[in-house]
Antibody
Framework: QVTLKESGPALVKPTQTLTLTCTFS??????????VTWIRQPPGKALEWLAR???????FYNKSLQTRLSISKDTSKNQVVLTMTNVDPMDTGTYYC??????WGQGTTVTVSS | ELVLTQSPGTLSLSPGESATLSCRAS???????LAWYQQKPGQAPRLLIF???NRATGVPDRFSGSGSGTDFTLTINRLQTEDFAVYYC????????FGPGTKVEFK
C-alpha cells in the first residue's frame, strides 16, 4: 500500500524559509518511473503545481516560483524535502505531496504570518 | 505558460443526472498528458482520469474522459450523491498547471 505524509511547521513568519518533508512508504524513489510532486492550495482556491523530483534525480519547478523552491530526496529515509525561501502571507495554504500524481498525502497546512 | 480554463464554474444538478465538464488549454497538451481530479471538502484530490481518457484504479465507469489537443471533457453519468465535489483538470507537460476547477453542486 502506497502512503505519503507531509510534515512541517504550521506557522512561519514572513521572509523565513519553509521546509516541508514528505515521508512515504510502499514504493521506492530508486525505481524507474517513480516521482514525487508537491502541490499547494491556498484557502478556498485552486490547486497549484510546485515541483517534482524523479527517480533519476531530475527536478522540475513551477516557473513562477522556481527561484524560491528547492526539492531533494533521501532515498534511504524514503523522504522528499521541499524548501521555499522568503515566504509571504500569499504562501499560506495546504501543501500536498503525491506519488506520480496518483496517490496523494493528506496535506499539511501552513500559515505565513507575523 | 499553458493555461487551462474550465467551464462552467459551477454546475447545479440533481442525483441521477449527467454532468459534462469542459477543460480548454491555451496550447496543445503534450501527448494528451491531461488528468482530472475530484476534491471533496477537507480532503486531498483524487485522481480520476489520466492520459485524457484512462480511468484510474478503482474509479467507477460512470466517469469518462475524452478529448485531445486543446479541448477535453469529463463526463459523469448518473450522478451519485458522493460525486458532488470540485473537479480539476491538470496538464502534466513541461510546466504542469491546473485549471481553476468546476464545482458540481446539488440543485
Amino acid at each position: 500500500q502506497v502512503t505519503l505524509k507531509e510534515s512541517g511547521p504550521a506557522l512561519v513568519k514572513p521572509t523565513q524559509t519553509l521546509t516541508l518533508t514528505c515521508t512515504f512508504s510502499g514504493f521506492s524513489l530508486k525505481t524507474s518511473g517513480m516521482s514525487v510532486t508537491w502541490i499547494r492550495q491556498p484557502p478556498g482556491k485552486a490547486l497549484e503545481w510546485l515541483a517534482r523530483i524523479d527517480w533519476d534525480d531530475d527536478t522540475f519547478y513551477n516557473k513562477s516560483l522556481q527561484t524560491r523552491l528547492s526539492i531533494s530526496k533521501d532515498t534511504s529515509k524514503n523522504q522528499v524535502v521541499l524548501t521555499m525561501t522568503n515566504v509571504d502571507p500569499m504562501d499560506t495554504g495546504t501543501y500536498y505531496c503525491s506519488r506520480n500524481m496518483d496517490v496523494w498525502g493528506q496535506g499539511t497546512t501552513v500559515t505565513v504570518s507575523s | 505558460e499553458l493555461v487551462l480554463t474550465q467551464s462552467p464554474g459551477t454546475l447545479s444538478l440533481s442525483p441521477g443526472e449527467s454532468a459534462t465538464l469542459s477543460c480548454r488549454a491555451s496550447q496543445n497538451v503534450r501527448s494528451n498528458y491531461l488528468a482530472w481530479y475530484q476534491q471533496k471538502p477537507g480532503q486531498a484530490p483524487r485522481l480520476l482520469i489520466f492520459g485524457a481518457s484512462n480511468r484510474a484504479t478503482g474509479v467507477p465507469d460512470r466517469f469518462s474522459g475524452s478529448g485531445s489537443g486543446t479541448d477535453f471533457t469529463l463526463t459523469i453519468n448518473r450522478l451519485q450523491t458522493e460525486d458532488f465535489a470540485v473537479y480539476y483538470c491538470q496538464q502534466d507537460g513541461i510546466s504542469p498547471t491546473f485549471g481553476p476547477g468546476t464545482k458540481v453542486e446539488f440543485k
